[in-house]
């Protein structure tokens, strides 16, 4: 499932994080590359070990657990503290898969299950910077307003074409599911949304009752806490 989340910041807030981080020090951005993906990346990051990404990441965090969205789409068991990057001057990163298992700084290591990027740069202030990702329906480009995201298995290949005008500055991270398996996590997210709506529409009709017991056994079934 490839799915955008709007408004995880508002537009202000991502505008303060964004200039927070651009007055900064940067680093080449091969420094949390794998072997492969070190080749064809050309942009750059915050250190992971910088203060100012970790205290920007914990803000992010909380917007995140605070976001009904993100929650019952990514059904997250560990994210990993949002990391920073930015591409300019024809920076860009070519076609990769993300690393399948990454170590968290003294916290151990997670499996990446999904990719996130959390736009900070409106999209009128560069241009080029799509995130292209590959899925059995084709490539699919994304570029999102300032505070939104996008959320994609971290099984896709994807790339970032070479940003030529502007500047293009992004949080980035994993996340852990719960639910592995990106085919069930979809279906409990199908399932959560219809029976959203049908509480809507229905209030609490016994029938939802009955689904959002379905949707809890298929959890209890699935899920690896
Ligand atoms: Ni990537």
Request: with cysteine.
């Amino acid at each position: 499932m490839l799915l955008q989340i709007p408004g995880i910041l508002s537009s202000d807030e991502a505008a303060r994080m964004r200039a927070a981080l651009l007055d900064t020090t940067w680093v080449d951005g091969k420094v949390t590359a794998g072997h492969q993906s070190g080749r064809v990346k050309h942009n750059q990051q915050l250190p992971e070990d910088s203060k100012l990404a970790r205290e920007q990441g914990q803000q992010i965090l909380r917007a995140l657990q605070g976001n009904g969205l993100f929650m019952s789409a990514a059904l997250p068991q560990r994210v990993f503290p949002p990391l920073f990057n930015r591409y300019r001057g024809g920076g860009f990163f070519g076609n990769h898969v993300d690393n399948a298992i990454r170590h968290i700084p003294g916290a151990g290591q997670i499996r990446t299950d999904l990719s996130a990027t959390l736009f900070l740069s409106e999209p009128e202030e560069y241009e080029g910077g799509e995130l292209m990702i590959d899925d059995t329906y084709g490539a699919h480009q994304v570029k999102l307003k300032a505070g939104s995201l996008v959320l994609y298995p971290s099984t896709s290949l994807h790339r970032v074409t070479p940003v030529t005008h502007g500047e293009r500055v992004c949080a980035f991270f994993w996340v852990q599911s719960l639910v592995r398996d990106d085919g069930q996590r979809t279906l409990l997210f199908d399932l959560d949304m219809s029976i959203h709506r049908l509480r809507q529409q229905l209030g609490d009709h016994e029938a939802i009752v009955a689904q959002t017991g379905i949707y809890h056994n298929l959890l209890r079934r699935w899920a690896n806490p």
